[in-house]
DNA sequence: TATACGATCACCT
DNA sequence: GGTGATCGTATAC
């Protein structure tokens, strides 16, 4: 299946896109390699109640993308030297976005292994900042729509049993740690942690 | 202008 | 299980 998503797919409430993504190829065309795979781990952020997201307090030039259409990408630099991938959710304006944590890679591994420097398969995007390295995502991707742009894109992919869809706490943050926002594919040895 | 702090990772014990 | 790397941004002065 290479079938994109349609931006009405992205028309969701954030806790309903996020475990709708689970299952979903990430493609990444970036240098003119197809690198890509199955999404396995992602997280929901609110900017309406919900501390720990980017936009709790106000829109600013860093988090603006957050409040676009849904289907946006929003990639934002982290800790000095890593980078995160998010798909904007909600409606325009309302500032929430899903952060993709892991993938099942299923093309361009190869490549993969060299942008990760010869990591162990295990270990090439079974983490947002390592996602972002495999795939070759920095902040200057950010801002494009999935449903058009020319470097990456989020197609159907494999079908989920909501049975096999684990939610649990968000990993690496230090407010709002009581909502139970991540969700995962149970028992899938690409996940985090 | 100054400073503290991350939606992380890799490497150490 | 602990910690240093490294820098853009938000918030404080």
Redesign the pocket.
Known sequence: MSTPLTKAFYQKPTLELAPALLGCELVSYVDGEEVGGIIVEV?A?R?DIDQ???????R????DV?FWEPGYA?I???????H???VVSEKRDFG????I??IEPTRGIEVMRER??G?RDR?L?????????ALGLD?SYSGQHFNTADDFALLKGRRIDKANIERSS??????STELDWRFSMKDNPWV?R
């Not at 720990?52 to 106000?58: F, G, I, R, V």
């Not at 995007?125 to 390295?133: H, T």
């Not at 968000?170 to 407010?175: A, E, P």
């Open positions: 997280e952020y900017g720990a997201c980017h936009c709790y307090h106000k600013t030039k860093r988090n957050m929003y934002y630099f982290i800790y000095g030297m890593y995160c991938l998010n929430a976005a899903v952060l944590r892991a990760r420097g990591k270990d995007a079974n983490g947002p900042g390592k996602l972002c390295q902040t968000r990993i690496g943050i230090s407010k985090s």
